[in-house]
């Protein structure tokens, strides 16, 4: 909450707000710094970094009397760091040293320090706080640091795609270079990171639980967006082979997809018409007038010199559709001119998406349609995207599915993603990758994969190859199909790695930042072995990759529980989303082929071996290992400190409290008798034990292998069970006995 307080200064009344709450840092600073000091403090509040910040204005510094110094002594008090912006003019300013330096000391603050002016520390009065501070970098000594430099090269890559969306957006860090030092330093200690743009989930699942095709579907309807590449620019595309086919083998043969299409015959004047009524509807936020002047000021480039714009007066909406076409077939030529790989492939958009999940349903359902398009379109309607966000990107809202079908023009390319999780001496890891510069994202750290789902590859196929038209006349595709693909083209993790039990896609969400896009959001999760290195496995998987190389120039691993080494680095928003929100599904210390239920809580230490299954609900709470091959019921307790052993089978709702004792081996012994050589597998035998539903285990006892406990069973604290519990018995002691025979608690 803040108000106002007023105070005495040189006989005037004066009046400043007062900051309740936390701030994240204090800023002090003498008044010939103001102007610096006001833009960081902007940089280090703007929403992508959310540090809030607590300053005054300096000419207060001197004399105010006891209320603005307690009002001080309250900001510094109430942030958990404080920084000194060094000028010279600080030497001068008793209050500074005594009363906000002085006193940050004292209160055993965390002192930062930004020499703005060289310092003497000779003769200088902040000398003797020296060993209390922390220097930050400047321009001059982050130079020979190479991820203070590899960040540096990330902000500008943000700055370069704030441009495209937001033609005003004002100065950046790059106007003073020491303003970003200061933030990112800040954000290494607040634990704070950058991903660039918004991400936002519109359907999925809980955290346990994937999606697959019995409850998704991924289906291509009769309908297309299509732009014709204007003709003055097919020729020289064409030389320079953009208009490649996909799946030529016989030069003879027309490609799948081009006979797909002919064959088809999809509708294309529904969604021009969608995009038509788009820029109608929103002409007063899109005048003509402003999208001329837009060319005007954005054409000027040597590679748009054949591009003649017409007169203000002859500007229409399908004369801005040309212009835009025609801008993108320059990009490409200049793009191709310069040796960059790319042709023109089919792509799909996303026309409509019903989520059923979200309604009280029996059956819930995501149904997912799609339509054709290609590769210049997508340039197309991106380019138009930053045209229309750079004027004003109101119009571009999407909250929730029913917000889709409107912008659907402006979504003609589906992607799916994801991390992969690879689990290293117990640990799951995500695998982050930094993307080419060559492609979408490229330059900032992304998930493991990222493929554009893709007609050809991704559809049900008939005995001679071609596509399968279902009988409700939409092309479906695989999800699985596409989850896989992706995984072994871009990371070379062949199928076979993958935990059956611990993969698959969970979400569906949209992307803003330099694009708009909808995401199919996955992950898989890998169990390696223990050596070689983490880094050396999955590198020589994905130097196998064929996608790999061209979109991927490096990787790095993070704890699925801490990614604070990618702090200050720039991060896609999806991939930031996600990786938060992992930690849920993917625990420490699972073993291969578990099968882990939806609302399962497990806490830390506890391990879980392979082949285990536990049902929905249950909570697992600290230092418990449960062995190969248990299976655990729906809505289980296991309190603290408890082995639950191979052979052991809990059923729904049984509760076992701390530091119960369970066994498996009847005669239990280390070596053998015969040779003292230790006991192998063969060597015993397994025994097995059943807790069947609602019987609930006391603290301390002692379950002797091969028995069962049944229904509803009470068993005491530190009981000694050596046989058979009947159903709703309560049993006691050492050997434990039966006090009741009909409990009804």
């Not at 309740?20 to 008044?31: L, P, T």
């Not at 002192?111 to 970098?137: C, G, M, N």
Request: proline content about 3%; some cysteine; aromatic content about 10%.
């Amino acid at each position: 909450m803040e108000n106002k307080q007023a105070f005495k200064f040189n006989g005037k009344k004066i009046e400043l707000e007062i900051i309740d709450g936390k701030r994240d840092v204090f800023i002090s600073y003498k008044r010939d710094k103001v102007q610096f000091v006001s833009r960081l403090a902007a940089e280090l509040n703007d929403r992508n970094h959310n540090i809030s910040t607590w300053f005054d204005m300096d000419e207060l510094h001197e004399d105010v009397g006891k209320d603005y110094t307690r009002r001080i002594h309250k900001g510094i008090e109430s942030s958990a760091f404080f920084l000194l912006i060094y000028s010279k003019e600080v030497e001068n300013s008793d209050f500074i040293i005594n009363e906000e330096l002085g006193h940050a000391v004292k209160k055993g603050k965390r002192i930062l320090f930004y020499p703005h002016e060289p310092i003497d520390l000779k003769t200088s009065r902040i000398a003797k706080y020296v060993e209390k501070i922390q220097w930050l970098d400047t321009k001059e000594t982050a130079v020979y640091q190479r991820d203070i430099q590899e960040a540096i090269h990330d902000e500008k890559k943000k700055a370069q795609l704030s441009a495209l969306t937001n033609k005003s957006h004002g100065f950046t860090v790059f106007d003073d270079q020491n303003i970003f030092l200061i933030r990112i330093a800040l954000q290494k200690l607040l634990r704070r990171y950058t991903p660039f743009g918004n991400y936002m989930k519109l359907c999925g699942t809980d955290r346990n639980e994937v999606l697959t095709n019995n409850n998704m579907q991924l289906r291509v309807i009769n309908k297309s967006l299509i732009m014709e590449v204007p003709q003055e620019y097919y020729k020289k595309l064409e030389e320079n082979h953009f208009f490649k086919k996909a799946n030529e083998d016989d030069k003879n043969k027309i490609p799948e997809v081009e006979r797909h299409l002919s064959e088809r015959k999809p509708d294309n004047e529904e969604l021009i018409n969608a995009l038509r009524s788009f820029l109608n509807t929103h002409q007063d936020i899109y005048p003509l007038k402003k999208l001329h002047d837009w060319f005007l000021a954005n054409t000027k480039d040597i590679k748009y010199a054949t591009i003649t714009l017409p007169a203000p007066e002859c500007m229409n909406i399908d004369t801005f559709l040309i212009l835009v076409q025609k801008m993108v077939a320059c990009s490409f030529i200049d793009d191709l001119l310069h040796k960059k790989t790319m042709f023109n492939g089919t792509e799909l958009g996303v026309y409509e998406i019903t989520d059923t999940r979200t309604t009280n349903v029996e059956d819930p359902f995501i149904d997912v349609q799609l339509y054709y398009s290609d590769y210049f379109t997508f340039k197309c309607m991106t380019e138009m995207y930053h045209i229309l966000c750079s004027i004003d990107a109101t119009p571009f809202v999407i909250e929730s599915v029913a917000d889709i079908k409107p912008l659907a023009p402006f979504l003609c390319s589906l992607g799916l993603g994801g991390f992969i999780a690879a689990y290293h001496k117990g640990v799951p890891n995500l695998m982050w990758t930094k993307r080419s510069e060559k492609i979408s994202s490229g330059d900032m750290w992304h998930f493991s994969y990222d493929e554009t789902v893709s007609l050809l590859k991704d559809s049900a196929k008939d005995k001679n190859n071609h596509i399968v038209i279902s009988s409700d006349g939409t092309v479906h595709l695989d999800i699985n199909q596409i989850l896989f693909r992706a995984i072994e083209e871009e990371v070379g993790a062949k199928r076979q790695l993958v935990s059956e039990e611990n993969h698959g896609v969970f979400e569906i969400g949209i992307i803003k930042s330099e694009r708009l896009e909808i995401e199919i959001l996955s992950y898989t999760a890998l169990h390696l072995p223990d050596e070689p290195s983490l880094y050396e496995q999955m590198k020589n998987m994905h130097d196998a990759a064929s996608d790999g190389y061209l979109e991927i120039s490096k990787i790095h691993f993070t704890p699925v529980y801490d990614l604070h080494t990618l702090i200050s680095n720039l991060l896609t928003p999806e991939s930031y989303d996600i990786a938060k929100r992992l930690g849920e599904r993917l625990i420490a210390n699972v073993g291969k082929g578990v099968t882990i239920g939806k609302g399962v809580i497990i806490e830390a230490d506890s391990t879980i071996g392979n082949n285990v299954t536990i049902g929905d609900y249950c909570k697992i709470h600290h230092n418990v290992h449960i062995d190969n091959g248990v299976t655990i019921g729906k809505y289980c307790k296991i309190q603290n400190n408890n082995s639950i052993y191979e052979g052991v089978t809990l059923e729904d709702g049984v509760f076992v409290g701390t530091n119960v004792s369970f066994t498996n081996d009847m005669y239990p012994r280390a070596i053998r008798r015969s040779d003292g050589l230790q006991v192998q597998k063969d060597d015993w035998e397994l025994k097995t034990t059943r807790v069947c539903n609602g019987a609930s285990i006391g603290a301390g006892a002692v379950i002797r292998c091969g028995i069962t406990i049944g229904e509803w069973a009470m068993i005491g604290c530190g009981a000694v069970v050596l046989h058979d519990v009947p159903a709703r018995a309560t049993i006691v002691g050492n050997p434990a006995r039966i006090i009741c025979i009909d409990n009804n608690y």
